[in-house]
């Protein structure tokens, strides 16, 4: 630490941006930004086989500048798909999302043919996971078992973007902001809706009740490079600290107003095989749940991000 922050708020006239930066190159690998916004797709990659140095600094490049990168054809078993997200950091339980075949460290996010829309959890608004943890997840590396033959991405939307676009004064404000996130009583909420309206949660977890609620910055920085994104969403939010719930939800669904407009978004198309990795931590992302009678399954491993540093302990670590 203790750079200059990148910031693309002044870029350089003439340069084309992607992702709101200049476009890095490649060489061991092919990068297919999907939007201007975020996103790229990556080829000319084996994810079962070991890599070589080059390439997996290249995949994190494209990651740190994408947020979302998409892998084709990909046919893991499940060791190989924890081995690739080990690149990334350590892997990590999630205390409400449902695990894979028993496995504590995979995740499933499942849907059946006859099963109502909601019963996937957060399906209808762009979130972030578990931001009420004390370390929240710094990336998810999913892969698509079944999907609908049409409808049934993944939409993301980038955060840096979203801050980078307000007024100066609004991104002063929200610099100083702490936000309180519980997931507290999520499974008593869940327990008092009809059986045909819940969430399918997990049953059991060994977290504590103190790890199920932390206050975060509402402006995150990135703890290398010093950029800075929105870090406040619908799920999970109680208030900001030092405002009332009703100041607080007035702010927050500006923001989160802001998040949905489509020039910061991109949207994936699963296909059988097909591996995304996606930054939980610079970016808002959202099951689009537009198919019915089709099943859905995909697999995931979470990966344990840092303590969300804020712009005040970027500037003490300067
Ligand atoms: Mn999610």
């Known amino acids: 630490m203790g750079t200059q922050p990148v910031s693309p708020l002044r870029p350089a006239p003439g340069v084309p941006l992607a992702a709101g930066l200049p476009m890095p190159a490649f060489r061991r690998i092919t990068v297919e930004p999907l939007s201007g916004a975020c996103g790229a797709e990556i080829g000319g990659v084996d994810l079962s086989r070991p890599l070589d140095t080059e390439t997996t600094a290249e995949i994190m490049a494209a990651f740190q500048q994408f947020l979302v990168i998409v892998f084709r054809n990909q046919d893991l078993t499940p060791d190989q798909h924890k081995s690739f997200s080990r690149l990334f950091g350590e892997l990590t339980e999630l205390p409400q999302a449902p695990t894979y075949n028993g496995d504590r460290e995979m995740q499933e996010v499942r849907r059946e043919a006859d099963e109502p829309v909601n019963v996937v959890p957060s399906f209808e608004h762009f979130h972030t996971d578990s931001p009420f943890l004390p370390q929240p997840p710094k990336c998810i590396v999913m892969r698509a078992l079944d999907c609908p033959q049409w409808g049934g991405d993944t939409a993301f939307s980038n955060a840096y973007l979203v801050y980078e676009n307000l007024s100066e004064g609004l991104r002063t404000l929200v610099d100083g902001l702490q936000i309180i996130y519980s997931g507290k009583d999520i499974w008593r909420k869940n327990e008092s809706l009809p059986p045909e309206k819940r969430l399918r949660l997990r049953e059991t977890h060994g977290f504590s009740e103190d790890q199920l609620e ?24 109680k208030r900001f600290v030092g405002w009332t719930e009703e100041e607080s939800r007035a702010l927050l669904d500006y923001l989160q107003s802001q998040a949905q407009q489509l020039h910061y978004h991109c949207r994936v198309k699963w296909q059988r095989d097909t591996l995304i990795v996606w930054d939980n931590r610079f970016t808002l992302h959202r099951g689009v749940h537009d198919f019915i009678y089709e099943r859905r399954h995909l697999i995931r491993t979470t990966v344990m991000g840092e303590r969300p540093l804020g712009p005040a302990d970027w500037k003490r670590a300067g």
Do not use: D, K
Request: proline fraction near 8%; charged fraction near 15%; hydrophobic fraction near 40%.
């Open 214 to 237: 932390s206050i975060h910055p509402a402006v995150r920085v990135h703890p290398e490079t010093g950029r800075r994104a929105i870090f406040a969403n619908t799920a999970y939010f």
